[in-house]
């Protein structure tokens, strides 16, 4: 059977590169808060699911949301602490694995930690055919895949709630879609792979739902002067209606503030051997498309049937 990595395919991309463009349809509905929608969307993955719930838990806040909403749910899932190691066996993302573990013992929860030998991920060049079997430019998402591709039950990435970013030289917020994340959908579209890619933006009515929350409304019409995405108000919307009381990436003062690793390993000697530069050199010009549709247009558009 095959998979519905987005309800009814609102959202899906097409071409690459410069004719990268992403076609997101409204909802038909009037929509919810993003945490009620949340819970409405995971309840219907939940109840669709082959397998047990799965979360690879990146130390981030949006899998951290994940986790939260499934613990409120009652749902039973693992958790996946994942590991990025050189071939010396030190760690390259410790910052943010540091996040997860505090978390799992904040909650009662035994997370199962994964190493990957990234050294060795380059230097067979697995991460380079990866990247090729869906023209993705990003060494990250190419390592989250070959992970994922190892591990059973119904895998839930939590990862990308809607982003919208400030263009300083057109002094305009814009909703983005970027080609190389949507090589998650085309990674699990390509292998049929039992999970959920894009649980954070799953269903139309969670797209429009953060867009119009009064922080993400406050942020796209230029009352946050001085942010430049959304990443920095994103906990707002997760804490709007959940009373989580998730905390604020503070990307000026710290301490919290979102890596993946490969903020060390690009300092690294790895980043120099020829599997790893050919993303710079070749694939970042070839399949680095973005989509960008102005913030106003794109509520406008989306909430013709609000």
């Known amino acids: 059977m095959k998979m519905e990595y ?47 719930f799965t979360v690879l838990f990146s130390g981030g806040l949006d899998s951290q949301y994940v986790c939260e909403v499934l613990l409120r749910l009652s749902i039973d899932f693992d958790v996946i602490i994942v590991e990025y190691v050189d071939n010396q066996g030190q760690n390259y993302n410790s910052h943010d694995t540091k996040w997860a573990y505090e978390f799992c013992n904040s909650r009662n929860l035994n997370p199962k930690t994964f190493s990957i030998n990234f050294d060795k991920l380059v230097e067979s060049g697995k991460l380079v055919e990866i990247a090729q079997s869906i023209h993705c430019c990003s060494p990250p998402v190419c390592t989250y895949l070959h992970f994922i591709e190892q591990l059973d039950g119904f895998i839930l990435l939590g990862n990308d709630p809607p982003y919208i970013r400030f263009e300083k030289d057109k002094n305009l917020w814009y909703l983005e879609e970027l080609e ?20 954070l933006s799953y269903t139309s009515e969670m797209m429009l739902s953060f867009l119009i929350d009064p922080s993400i409304e406050k942020l796209g019409t230029g009352q946050f002067p001085g942010k430049q995405g959304s990443n920095s108000t994103k906990s707002l919307v997760f804490n709007n209606g959940s009373n989580f009381n998730m905390p604020v990436y503070d990307f000026v003062n710290g301490p919290r503030v979102k890596q993946t690793g490969f903020e060390v390993i690009r300092k690294s000697p790895i980043a120099k051997h020829p599997n790893y530069s050919i993303f710079i050199d070749d694939f970042y010009k070839t399949w680095n498309g973005e989509y960008l549709e102005s913030y106003t247009e794109a509520v406008k558009r989306l909430s013709i049937n609000q």
Request: hydrophobic letters at 25%; charged letters at 25%.
């Open 6 to 52: 987005t309800k009814n395919n609102y959202l899906y991309g097409t071409g690459s590169g410069d004719s990268w463009h992403v076609n997101i349809d409204p909802p038909k509905r009037k929509v919810r808060s993003y945490y009620e929608e949340t819970i409405e969307a995971v309840e219907y993955v939940y109840a669709n699911k082959t397998g047990k």
């Open 180 to 199: 190389y994340i949507h090589g998650l959908l085309r990674y699990f579209e390509k292998g049929n792979l039992n999970g959920c890619p894009f649980l």
